[in-house]
């Protein structure tokens, strides 16, 4: 007896305007498969596939991003600043705030930012005026890790254009840990 598999739907926020958007992928095999033969599949083919189709959303929602990176509209993450969208903070001084990720990638998966833009919406336009506080934020990142437990291993991740994935043009660094990271990443 043949199963179809129920369509799906993934749903990805990202902020490429002031306004909260979402982008929805539907996906419908067009194909039925018995049970047995689900069944048999590895669960890692499985993953697989769902994994390169997640893939193919995160860059679509980062080129989507892109197209609005030098526009100056604030981003979701002024309004979480603005304390207009609530976030779990972990770290804030006069200069950084550092909240959890709504989507974690790690048990630890803490989000680093500057509280003033000051034109950094992405590593690849610092300039020499911007070393205090790409410094800061490092030693934020650093707080966060003793904070949460991991100074013994995390990884800090700059995301740079959208061929690196940044859904968000506001500088950010991202600190996971609390799992064992692999090498090489991504």
């Known amino acids: 007896m043949a199963a179809s ?3 799906f739907s ?3 926020n990202y902020a490429a305007t002031t306004a909260r958007a979402f982008v929805t992928v539907k996906v419908k095999p067009s194909y039925a498969i018995s049970s047995t033969t689900l069944h048999h599949l590895p669960s890692r083919s499985r993953r697989l596939q769902f994994y390169a189709s997640a893939t193919n959303n995160e860059e679509a929602a980062a ?3 892109a197209a609005n990176a030098d526009s100056g509209a604030p981003t979701i ?7 207009e969208i ?3 903070i972990v770290y804030e001084d006069e200069k950084v705030l550092a ?3 709504i989507d974690p990638q790690a048990p630890v998966h803490v989000l680093v930012i500057p509280k003033f833009r ?3 919406t992405q590593l690849g336009k610092a300039e020499a005026r911007h070393g205090e506080i790409l410094g800061q934020l ?3 990142a650093k707080i966060v890790a003793e904070k949460e437990g991991i100074l013994d291993g995390f990884r800090v991740v700059i995301n740079n254009g959208s061929d690196a994935c940044q859904s968000v043009y506001h500088l950010h660094l991202h600190v996971l840990g609390g799992r064992q990271m692999k090498w090489p990443p991504g």
Do not use: E
């Open 5 to 7: 598999i129920p369509p």
């Open 10 to 12: 993934l749903l990805r």
């Open 63 to 65: 080129r989507a991003a």
């Open 77 to 83: 993450f002024d309004r979480i600043i603005a304390k």
């Open 86 to 88: 609530p976030s779990s």
């Open 99 to 101: 909240f959890r990720d």
């Open 118 to 120: 000051d034109g950094l």
């Open 138 to 140: 490092l030693y934020a």
